[in-house]
């Protein structure tokens, strides 16, 4: 069975940092391609950033592009997303889900239950 | 940036009624290369993470209820659901992964009438 448990969510004050991981089980990490997605609380949803099966190249939104970085473990099966210069925008629930592919140009099969980051002073 | 206009914002419909949701990239996301349609659907229910419903616009995903089909092409996209029911209710996205910034949708509420 495919889970993704997200972690390192909590409250944070304006230009501060934080790093969120996404633990990986029940398929083969290595070979996909992972992204983070966020919620704003009652908005829709957002594409973050993506990362490539196995060379690790990244994509981001322009929003988070010099904020924020994207990388992978696949020996800890994890993905993790550091996030600095946080902005009150930035407050959402982040999800982190799977591609069906090793290409980021694909869709999201698997998605975990998120991660809350509020930024506010 | 690929607009992603999604109509309309919500819809009730009666039970066993067919719901019909739009999608209009503001450009084509077919693939020419491999004449794929770079466009997916999800369904999201409250306090739930998105579900993948159909993924290249009209394969509909293991285990979703063959009430979903997904249809359209280039430029133009259609969810249906051919006879809603209650576990149905729920915020429907369509999502462009063909250029980035990958998109979103703004949603579709589906209600029960």
């Known amino acids: 069975e495919v889970q993704l448990v997200e972690s390192g969510g909590g409250l944070v004050q304006p230009g501060g940092s934080l790093t969120l991981s996404c633990a990986a089980s029940g398929f083969t990490f290595s070979s996909y391609a992972m992204s983070w997605v966020r919620q704003a609380p009652g908005k829709g949803l957002e594409w973050v950033s993506s990362?490539?099966?196995?060379?690790?190249?990244?994509l981001y939104a322009v929003s988070v592009k010099g904020r924020f970085t994207l990388s992978r473990d696949n020996s800890k099966n994890t993905l993790y997303l550091q996030m600095n210069s946080l902005r009150v925008e930035d407050t959402a629930l982040y999800y982190c889900?799977?591609?069906?592919?090793?290409?980021?140009?694909?869709?999201?099969?698997?998605w975990g239950q998120g991660t809350l980051v509020t930024v506010s002073s | 940036d690929i607009v992603m206009t999604q109509s309309p914002d919500s819809l009730a419909v009666s039970l066993g009624e067919r719901a019909t949701i739009n999608c209009k990239p503001s450009?084509?996301?077919?693939?020419?290369?491999?004449?794929?349609?770079?466009l997916a659907w999800y369904q999201q229910k409250p306090g739930q993470p998105p579900k993948l419903l159909i993924s290249w616009a009209s394969t509909r995903e293991s285990g979703v209820p063959d009430r979903f089909s997904g249809s359209g092409s280039g430029t133009d996209f259609t969810l249906t659901i051919s006879s809603l029911q209650a576990e149905d209710v729920a915020a429907y996205y369509c999502?462009?992964?063909?250029?980035?910034?990958?998109?979103f949708g703004g949603g579709t509420k589906v209600e029960i009438k």
């Open positions: 889900a799977k591609v069906v592919s090793n290409s980021c140009y694909a869709p999201h099969d698997y």
């Open positions: 450009q084509s996301v077919l693939y020419s290369s491999d004449n794929k349609n770079y």
């Open positions: 990362i490539y099966a196995g060379d690790e190249n990244t």
């Open positions: 999502h462009q992964h063909y250029s980035t910034p990958f998109t």
